[in-house]
């Protein structure tokens, strides 16, 4: 699963669980700061976990989610690649 | 008219009974024992499948006696959900301690606190409904379970003509509630107040509070280094105030004196409490205020103590901003490691529980042991129950999604505190 | 020392839109428009048409931006929209800003049903994907207190933080209790007032329990009255001391001089009871605590809605008051409809000399009270009453300043 695809599958669950009207996933850039520029806060974060969860059929535990994390669609990009299991991530 | 300024001028209130229905069972008793005896009550779900849950656990009530209690009496074709039979069956105990009568005389008042109401039998009706298909949902359907009818049962139950109020401030409702009791009492709008909270488990908080990661799979462990998370728990809580001149002119017995309340709001977010703790802190100095005592004269602190790591660290921070160096050595526990968080009641649950340690003369453990956050710094009482100076008031604390604050002074005689 | 407590601000959103101005204007030329209640649920009977009178989409978008309402369930946009207004109306903080003082600023709201459409999605996600799927937003957002919670945060409002959920006498309640809090010193200044959704599972089981007219606008105290109407909305007021409202220059809009709340013990689970001697009794206890002789009063602004044990409840007990011979009596819920705040703001407009009254239609002649039509004498005081179903009851007497 190419870098890129993962990226704009994040950036689609981003609007959908994060309910941004009138926002279009492909005007969100790769480095956008989502704290600072789209308001993510904790709660949203654990919208965004689960909505992640559903997308890539991944579990995401406590370990290893930092703030770091939610940084903006990179780092969550990296993360879940990290969580793809091997078969996926070499497609 | 008193004034709410100025504690000398005011009434004092007293309490002159105390109920609880708890995971200890039924009975003030009950639960004393239990904490006492550093006992925890949080085990697997039974009332309903945790199978699709994060975690498995929480602190249920036995099974109550299907009656009401003697002398109440609840409107024909009533329902009661487990809610409201919590609330019957505490504030009964209670009033009946109190030695007060059925009907409830013309200047009484309640104030109960609740978050779920009848949340269960609510979600059950509509997950039925929704299994027998659109044309049955159209007879007679679930009606939804407004969070006051756990004030309505008791006020109806208990022939109450006074002011009823019912609060839903959450995990702060039933601190809340005494709040409004005290105040009620202190304007002279009521003569007695039967004041508490009342809540049951269900699967929308049990699912909810996992939904926010916030419920640890093990028994929580509020303060430790390695606490993960609360658990959830059920009950209700319930005391009995009035003016002290009342109380002797009936001839009660004051159990203990409620000097004082304070709430805030950390208006921060709905969830998460300000890091400092600052509003909790403001909630403390509001109510010391109120009672007329100062931080050094607290001799221990129930706490909030939820076990999840934000809510723990922001009270301990609120602890060490109040009362400076003393919270070194201010006794601090907290019944959630024992009965779960009680929601909607955990506030006046607690607030007997105080009053209870107070009679004691000794503040309970929180069960299990472990290592005390070295980050808390607060004098966490472990193992055996601690003996206090019982002549120095205590303080009772809660925290509230939606960043709801309140604290309570309590204290076992009418000398006076400084 | 009892403190002077003034209202000196106020919000309103409803089905005519937001702002109080607007709201008057609609109620002087007839009920708040009905809208179709949402059936895709199937909660109704195919051959029925169900309305409400419901707010307008998007009516929030002007007071709230999209990225803070997207955390918001209805509830809470509204009673947000409300207080923004409100604090702004009275001349207090700019639109939106935080409110000076924020630490003595309560916030206390009634809400009868809470957010039952959040409720609902939530139970829906547990039954169709599992409790794990429970969206954590959505579970933040279905307590009764997020409003209040969400009006604090906005507007900085750290003092006391209450929700109060007495059926439809909630927003009543809420406002007296409000006034308590400034009275007795625990605030300096208190946002007040009601929020509701009307969500069609509410309005399903209310038309079950025949609660609901089935007629297109509630006729109160009418012979042939079969039920109210429901509207969603918020009205949210400021109530402050006397004295800071002179000091900032505020013009008060209504001096609330007396309070009280009270429960009618013979009310059943789920209607109004039948008590009106016992309420009587205690409004008029309060109102010799307070000093307000019952004579100078010279209007009553009723809660009945149309329907049937309601309006009997408040008549009764404004007739047992006013020992058989009550001043001229408002039922602005036969324009405003139930639950959402809108009679809180009609009521606070109870006093000026143009008073709207709905007409309704031939009075009950079994009702000892009949509502006034028609020009009213100037009144100096005016007393507000609300009952509810399962027994619930508060009331104000607000006076002109």
Redesign the interface.
Known sequence: MDEANIRLRIKRILVESLALEGVEPEEIEDDTPLREELGLDSIDALELILGLEREFGVRIQGRGLGRETFTNVATLGAFVQQRLPESAASG | ?S???DPRNRRRIVVTGIGAVSPFGPGVDALWEGLAAGEERIRPVELFST????TRLAAEVPELPESLPAGLV?????RPSRTDRFALHAAHEAWLMAGLPL?AP?EAG?FLGS?T?GMYEG?EA??RL?RTG?ER????????Q????P???V??A?????????????CA?ST?AL??AL?SL????VRVALAGGADGLC??T????????AVDEAPARPFRADREGLSLGEGAGFLVLETEADAASRGARPLAVLAGAG??????????PCPEGS?AA?AMRVALADAGVSPGAVGFLHAHGSGTPHNDQAEAAAIRAVFGERAATLPVTSSKGAVGHTLGSCGSLEAVITVLCLIHGRVHPTPGGGVVDPEARVDLVLGDPRAIDDARPALSLNL?????NAALILRKGPEDPR | MIRSVVVTGAGVVAAHGSGLPAFREALARGPLPLSDVPTEDGFHPPEDAPRAALVPPDVTKRWIEPLIARRMCLPSRLAVSAAIQATSEAGLAEPGDHVPDGDATAVCLGTAWGSISYTLRLLRQIEEAGPGSISPFLFTETVANAPAGQVAIRLGARGPNLTLTQREASGTAALVRGAALVASGRARRVLAGATDEISPILHSVLTRYGSLTRGDRARPFAADRDGFVVAEGAAVFLLETEEDAADRGATPLVRIVAWGRGNDPTASATDWGRGATGLARRVATELARADVPIDTIGRVVSGASGSRRGDELEARTAHALFDGSPPPVLAPKGLTGEYGGGFLASALGSLDDEVASPSVGAADPDLPVAPATGPLPPARRVLVTCTASAGPFAWLVLERP
Do not use: I
Request: charged residues 20%.
């Open positions: 008219m004034d709410h300024a199978e699709g849950h994060r609840l409107p024909r074709g009533s009907p013309p309640l978050s109401g979600e509509y997950w929704r659109p949902a159209r007879t007679k359907p679930f009606a939804p407004p969070n006051g009818t004030a309505d049962a006020a109806h208990f022939g109450l003509s006074g002011p009823v109020e019912a609060l839903a401030t959450a409702a809340m709040e409004a105040d202190r304007a002279g709008e699967q929308t049990f699912g909810g509070f996992n939904s926010l990661r709430s805030t709001c950390d208006a921060f977010h709905m969830t998460a509003g403001r509230a999604f939606g960043g709801a």
